[in-house]
């Protein structure tokens, strides 16, 4: 068995403040963490080869402790000689920080249309991909990928590294079908065992036919939550395993590993006061019901209340253990 794991969208240095001026529970080290668990998994479990779909960043900019942690970590993974290819996403603006670490002799950025050979349990595996195209990819994926594989040899496992919205991909009550930035399925490849992407952080598999052949789609979604909208979803990754038989390699098996995540929960104020201690005592009896670790979106769009929920009100009722952020008003029209 030859096993590669796969995941994407860390968003490494998403709330991760470098000179916090507020002693708040904050949720940056929930990111480093399961990027952290992810690559001891890989370790551990002697994977083959890892494979990551982009937006490895939460922005373009990040801070340099950040990017130094971030490489650290992954410096020292790359030690155990397993490959680790990298898809750059939107948030890298098409490429990643440069720093020294990633000229590690195992890290492997896709910063240009190309694809990476390896060797690994008798197998030839090729890891074709270009970084994310941000307008156009439906016009623009035709010529990307013939750049990407022009010249290359034949290959036992071959894999599309994409960081793209696939036709056919869904998040929460949406499907994407149509639309210049979407990537048709029947622009897809023959002879791929399948087509791996970063970009959607709900974690899903779907399939298209090709050549008589059932090629699947795989999203692992992103490894912790950073919208409400991925409220309800599990967040993980993909351990891939590939079985050689007489004449050729399989993808055999796609295993999600689910990573621990703190629950997110949505609270809406719809009461109106202009009390300061009514609404304290609701915000702390409604608070006390919840899970104590939970990141916690607060709404209210009743504007007398609203005007109440000051910065100082909201540390003091929030407990130590959970993460509050007081949700943006909706405008209607
Ligand atoms: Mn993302």
Not at 59 to 83: G, M, Q
């Amino acid at each position: 068995m030859l096993k590669i794991v796969f995941f994407a969208d860390t968003h490494l240095g998403v709330d991760h403040p470098i000179n916090p001026r507020m002693n708040r529970r904050r949720r940056g080290k929930d990111f480093f963490d399961n990027y952290q668990k992810v690559l001891s998994y890989a370790a551990e479990s002697q994977t083959d080869l890892v494979l990551h779909g982009g937006d490895f960043f939460f922005r373009s900019k990040v801070p340099a402790p950040i990017v130094d942690k971030a490489y650290d970590i992954l410096y020292d993974f790359a030690e155990n000689e397993i490959p680790f290819v990298i898809v750059p996403g939107n948030h890298e603006r098409s490429v990643l920080p440069t720093s020294i670490l990633m000229n590690h002799r195992n890290i492997h950025i896709l910063g240009e249309p190309s694809t990476f050979f390896f060797e690994k349990k008798n197998a030839i595996i090729a890891i074709t991909g270009f970084p994310n195209i941000r307008n156009g990819i439906r016009l623009q994926f035709e010529h990307v990928f013939a750049e990407a594989i022009e010249g290359n040899p034949d290959a036992d496992i071959k894999l599309l590294l994409l960081h793209q919205t696939i036709q056919e991909s869904q998040i929460k009550g949406y499907t994407f079908r149509y639309g210049s930035d979407v990537l048709p399925l029947k622009m897809l490849p023959s002879g791929y065992h399948a087509v791996l992407s970063g970009h959607i952080h709900r974690a899903q598999i779907f399939y298209y036919d090709k050549a008589e052949n059932r090629i699947p789609v795989i999203y692992p979604g992103s490894t912790e939550r950073t919208s409400i909208v991925e409220i309800s979803e599990e967040k993980g990754f993909y351990e891939l395993l590939f079985k050689e038989y007489e004449t050729d390699w399989k993808l055999v098996k796609t295993k999600f590993h689910v990573l621990p995540t703190r629950s997110m929960v949505r609270l809406d104020i719809t009461l109106l006061t202009e009390d300061e201690r009514v609404l304290r005592n609701l915000l702390e009896a409604e608070l006390s019901k919840l899970d104590q670790n939970s990141v916690v979106r607060l709404r209210c769009e009743i504007p007398e209340t609203r005007k109440l929920l000051r910065a100082k009100l909201l540390r003091e009722v929030t407990p130590e253990t959970m993460t509050l952020t007081l949700a943006p008003i909706y405008r209607r029209g």
